[in-house]
């Protein structure tokens, strides 16, 4: 049609609607989706739809429907976490379908006889590769300068950025598809000629091969300056094991998502499923619900591309079976989920109780509400002096790569000294993550996050073993609060590594039966061995 000022006021206008829809719309049914279905090819449909309907608006806007792929990926990326089975299941399609169709789409459109037939073709592509390459060159130095980088790792950005594939057919694709009239002879006036299109393939061969070339060349010079560094942190994260305690069947998933989420994608951790039987389970019974629980943790685990080594431990006690288990792996993380019947009476039940005495590693109870990928704030409440405790970094550590795995921004509530410290460390670590820092020291007053904890954030407890620095007695009413006040919200109650003191009487209190018994035969028959002395003394 006409390009006047009407078709730009109704674009402009339309192009609003679009982008609130999709920005404003779209978040609300996507949250309220994952949370009411949990089925994986359910979730993938419906990702696919909510493509295709952007897709649609932006047609309907004026727009080209790849603006609305781009933006429904946009409001999608932060409800797929990248190490979920949802984004293995995007990833292999994407690039075993979608991609190598596109790309043999376009292919089918170009004439390299338009190369040999004249200059023409030629010319195009000379400018636009000698544009293109020469410009990334000129970024990735004026980068290096500015941020004081070495030459391999400017060498490296260069390399990283230069070549240009899918979003550069995509625009090109776009502009060769708009007509904008005809020619005498009745073929299609393009908006961009078969000239820039063969131009744009050869770009693309061209960028794709220096920029190879340059990333190997610059990788391997950064790989000798940073051995030593990469060799130290290798060592630091292979010393780190998650384990995964399963009891109930329909909590896998959720604490599988949060095992997985402590350890970084393709890193080098571990991480174990344990599912114990006790003594006072049939056996038979017993070994067949662990299995079974197992089983669909590992399922779970593969469909997102990640390895659970699998735990079925036999034992006197749960509590027995899950702290030889971390002792005998060196575990330093380990996820349990909350019991089914937990009250202000019994919150944390006695299975977990004689695990936190007995082991002083970082330990997180979770309790979900709704799924992860689902959630958009952390509330991280850390008591006074928590910074002066040596597990203080680790779960700071790990929330923060939490919140990045999530998208989720932190909100901080903790005393002055101890958010300086968490302050500190973030800005030393580089974190881009949206932090916020409020000042809190009266747990007396624990109620006021009733309110300021929102339905869709993870609500994050830092708590302390009795006997060590950063234990308040108001640490006491947490199971009074948390089960009255704060049931409809997903929250995590994490008890950081701690320095072991004195005698764990733990061990003592779950000490074998068996031993028990052999040390009450022991006592009687001293006892009995006595009366005898003491009635020869008599006569």
């Not at 989706?33 to 952007?54: C, G, H, M, P, R």
């Not at 090109?172 to 005498?184: F, M, R, S």
């Not at 028959?525 to 003394?537: M, Q």
Request: one cysteine or more.
């Amino acid at each position: 049609g006409e390009v006047s000022t009407a078709f730009w006021l109704q674009l402009g206008i339309s192009s609003v609607v679009f982008v609130c829809i999709v920005f404003f719309v779209f978040p609300i049914i996507i949250r309220w989706f994952f949370k009411n279905f949990e089925d994986s090819i359910s979730q993938y449909i419906f990702v696919l739809a909510t493509v295709f309907l952007a897709s649609f608006l932006a047609e309907a806007a004026g727009l080209e429907a790849l603006i609305g792929a781009f933006f429904a990926g946009l409001v999608l990326n932060r409800f797929v976490p990248h190490s979920s089975h949802l984004m293995n299941r995007i990833d292999f399609v994407g690039n075993a379908l979608f991609i190598p169709f596109f790309l043999i789409g376009v292919g089918m459109l170009v004439d390299f006889s338009v190369l040999v037939k004249g200059w023409g073709a030629l010319k195009v592509a000379g400018v636009i590769i000698t544009v293109a390459i020469a410009t990334k060159y000129l970024a990735a130095i004026i980068t290096q300068k500015i941020f004081r980088l070495t030459t391999a790792e400017g060498k490296m950005i260069f390399g990283l950025s230069t070549s240009r594939a899918a979003a550069t057919l995509a625009i090109i694709l776009v502009g060769y598809n708009i007509i904008t009239g005809e020619t005498e002879f009745g073929e299609p006036i393009r908006l961009l000629n078969e000239d820039v299109l063969n131009g744009t393939v050869l770009l693309i061969l061209v960028s794709c091969s220096i920029g190879s070339f340059v990333t190997e060349r610059a990788a391997k010079d950064l790989a000798l300056e940073l051995s030593d560094a990469d060799d130290h942190a290798e060592d630091k994260k292979t010393n780190e094991k998650v384990l995964i305690s399963l009891g109930y069947p329909e909590l896998v998933p959720d604490l599988v998502d949060l095992g997985i989420t402590l350890a970084p994608k393709k890193s080098l951790i571990p991480i174990y499923a344990l599912h114990v039987t006790d003594d006072e389970q049939l056996y038979e019974q017993g070994v067949a619900s662990g299995k079974k629980i197992l089983e669909k943790a590992i399922s779970y685990a593969t469909a997102s591309d990640n390895i659970l080594i699998p735990v079925k431990r036999y034992d006197s006690s749960i509590s027995n079976g899950i702290v030889y288990t971390i002792k005998e792996h060196n575990v330093t993380d380990v996820v349990i989920g909350l019991h089914r019947d937990a009250d202000q009476k019994n919150f944390l039940g006695e299975i977990t109780e004689s695990i936190i005495r007995r082991v002083f590693e970082t330990i997180y109870i979770y309790k979900p509400v709704q799924p992860f990928n689902t959630l958009k704030r952390l509330v991280v409440v850390a008591p006074a002096k928590a910074e002066t405790e040596v597990g203080f970094l680790h779960w700071l550590n790990k929330l923060l790569m939490i919140a990045r795995e999530g998208g989720m921004s932190i909100a901080f509530y903790a005393e002055a000294q101890t958010l300086t410290f968490i302050k500190s460390h973030a800005q030393r670590i580089g974190s881009t993550l949206k932090l916020l820092y409020n000042e809190f020291s009266n747990w007396d007053d624990f109620l006021v996050f009733s309110g300021e904890v929102k339905p869709n954030d993870l609500f994050v407890i830092i708590s302390s073993r009795k006997g060590n620095n950063s234990y308040t007695n108001q640490l006491s009413k947490l199971q009074h609060y948390l089960s009255n006040y704060f049931q409809q919200n997903s929250f995590i109650v994490v008890f950081p590594a701690q320095l072991e003191s004195g005698i764990n009487m733990g061990d003592i209190e779950q000490a074998d039966s068996a031993l028990i018994e052999t040390i009450s035969d022991q006592i009687d028959a001293i006892g009995s061995l006595g009366k005898r002395f003491r009635r020869i003394f008599k006569k």
